[in-house]
């Protein structure tokens, strides 16, 4: 895998021999991960613990690496049995083992329980320092399925609690086999009546959302009451639906977010307070234009009015082209004023929508609302090194130019290309940023468009609802030792471009080389400083600078492909332009 974690794979044979193609030219690290089935744990190559302590491997154009050769060390395993409050064993349950410490926290390792409530985990890893073997901590737990005598579904954490925050962690060892049983504590039973003003509602959908269970709705009785029975211990909410009526939340709310939270208590017996249920009312809506979206979905949501907007949410439901034909009924809606989104999943070139003002609801009464939706504008562009090279996995981050927040986003592909859609008509500013995984490794100068060092000064683009504007080619430079400053930049005012000395402060001035090189000043004048106002063009050439003759200059800026035949070079100085806007 590249510096950035992006893989070309391959996968061993019956002797254990590998070759993998197609591998693009540039640094690399290798990795070898066991299946699971296989009590071995991953290793990066030359023998290392972590990815970002791994050896770095330099590939070329048509060269072929040999003897990366991996030695997988023996996992550690955890063992024991799953039973019930009366000691009975539980078969077909799933026991999980999951890292919580910092270096395991994405190891997950599963088991499923026998006949005789036993089960067993390997592929456990615990860090390794300086050849000292530290253990490994993680959180075990059994996810019951409603199998023979286990008529709950939900998470028990070890050594046997419903809620997670009560749970022991495990140490586990590299090559070491530990014990750990599990006991599942007895369910509660959750009780309760739903009225219409002092009427019983009988046929009503009565739910629990609780935090770590799954819990089957209950329906109420002829004479409202409904039982939930063998549920799990721990924190819920309940809401109740019936025809014709509000959907109503305990005790007695509208939304989930105004919700009680109640506990259940292993083995306990909970009453909840009688619930009344109000009128609804039915809102039908008509949604056009989201053929675009089709591939990514998008959600149609409903929220209690507010002067700020984003009011608590009442109802969402997933919407498709189809509803520019046949709208979506929303029902058990409260009366009163809401306000109505369409929420877009994805990189969606739609814009979002949003009621300008609050709708009011009547209870007993249809209301009904059309929505368009429309395409947003369009950056386009593509991300390369000096030399031309596509730069894959570059970040670019649009923000509005009037308070430069952070507004969309994407990411290059393979040939450094990239489309940022949906954006609403507004200028903006675009920042493309290629960071390594690992601290310390070679890395880019983050480039602001078209060419500027900063987001001040940056130049605006602006775009238009339905228009796609092209940026054309970005670079980035290089950034060989990760201090922020480009390496030609560095070499032409003698700085080191292998050493991080952003932070230093060449001609004591008081300001330091990274601030000298952001605001295209000349980091050996104690008499000029920066300007973060300047615009967008790089440094200027001109007559040496301080120590350093033409040739030197002339070398460097060769190297950023910048001297050209006719080209008079003099004095290097800053070009400092006002923002100008592009379309």
Not at 142 to 161: D, H, K, R, Y
Not at 324 to 351: K, N
Not at 374 to 393: K, P
């Amino acid at each position: 895998m590249d510096l950035k974690g992006q893989a070309a794979l391959s996968t061993t044979d019956e002797r254990g021999f590998y070759r993998i193609e197609g591998v693009d030219p540039g640094l690399h690290r290798a990795w070898a991960l066991p299946p699971d089935a296989l009590n071995r744990l991953g290793a990066y190559y030359d023998d290392r613990y972590l990815f970002c302590n791994a050896e770095i491997l330099r590939l070329e154009s048509d060269q072929t690496l040999s003897g990366i050769d991996f030695l997988l060390p023996v996992g550690g395993s955890l063992w024991g049995t799953v039973v019930d409050s009366n000691g009975a064993p539980l078969a077909g349950q799933r026991v999980t083992a999951t890292g919580v410490g910092y270096f395991h926290q994405g190891l997950i390792r599963e088991s499923w329980t026998d006949d005789e409530g036993q089960y067993r985990i390997t592929g456990l890893d615990s860090f390794v320092e300086d050849e000292e073997i530290l253990p490994g901590l993680y959180e075990l737990r059994v996810s019951l399925a409603p199998l023979g005598e286990v008529p709950m579904a939900g998470s028990v954490w070890f050594p046997g609690t419903w809620n997670p925050e009560g749970a022991e962690f495990i140490h586990a060892v590299r090559g070491e086999d530990r014990r750990a049983d599990l006991v599942v504590p007895a369910g509660a039973t959750v009780a309760g009546r739903v009225l219409e003003e002092d009427r019983p509602v009988p046929g009503a959908e009565v739910f629990l959302s609780m935090r770590n269970a799954s819990v089957p709705p209950s329906t109420t009785d002829s004479t409202g009451r409904f039982y939930f029975d063998a549920v799990p211990g721990s924190e819920f909410q309940l809401r109740v639906e019936a025809e014709g009526f509000s959907r109503t939340w305990s005790p007695g709310v509208d939304t989930q977010a105004e919700a009680d939270w109640l506990l259940l208590e292993a083995g306990e017996v909970t009453t909840v307070p009688d619930l009344v249920l109000a009128e609804a009312a039915v809102l039908e809506v008509r949604v056009s234009g989201l053929e675009e979206q089709a591939g990514y979905g998008a959600q149609l949501v409903v929220r209690q009015a507010s002067d700020g907007g984003g009011g608590e949410r009442l109802l969402a439901r997933s919407v498709g082209p189809e509803t520019s034909s046949t709208p979506a009924r929303l029902e058990h809606l409260p009366a009163g004023a809401v306000s109505v989104e369409v929420q877009l999943a994805g990189t969606s070139p739609l814009l979002p929508f949003r009621t300008a003002e609050p709708i009011r609801l009547v209870a007993g009464e249809t209301r009904q609302l059309d929505i368009s939706m429309l395409e947003g504008g369009q950056l386009v562009g593509s991300v390369r090194t000096r030399t031309g090279t596509a730069v894959r996995g570059a970040a670019i981050t649009v923000f509005d130019a009037s308070d430069e927040m952070e507004v969309a986003g994407g990411r290059t592909d393979g040939d450094g290309a990239f489309v940022v859609q949906g954006l609403d008509t507004g200028a903006y500013l675009v920042q493309v940023e290629w960071l390594p995984f690992c601290t310390g490794d070679p890395s880019r100068v983050t480039t602001y468009w078209p060419e500027a060092r900063s987001l001040r000064s940056a130049d605006v683009v602006s775009v238009g609802t339905e228009e796609r504007v092209e940026l054309g080619l970005i670079y980035l430079p290089p950034d060989g030792d990760a201090d922020g400053m480009d390496d030609v930049w560095e070499l032409a005012w003698g700085l080191n471009p292998q050493r991080a000395d952003g932070a230093l402060d060449a001609d004591g001035d008081g300001v330091s080389n990274l601030e000298e090189y952001l605001g295209y000043s000349d980091p050996l004048r104690l008499d000029e400083t920066p300007s973060l106002d300047c615009g967008a063009s790089l440094l200027s050439l001109g007559g040496s600078a301080r120590g350093h003759g033409p040739v030197a200059l002339l070398m460097a800026w060769a190297l950023l492909g910048l001297v050209s035949r006719g080209r008079n070079p003099g004095r290097m100085r800053r070009s400092c332009v006002g923002p100008a806007k592009h379309r």
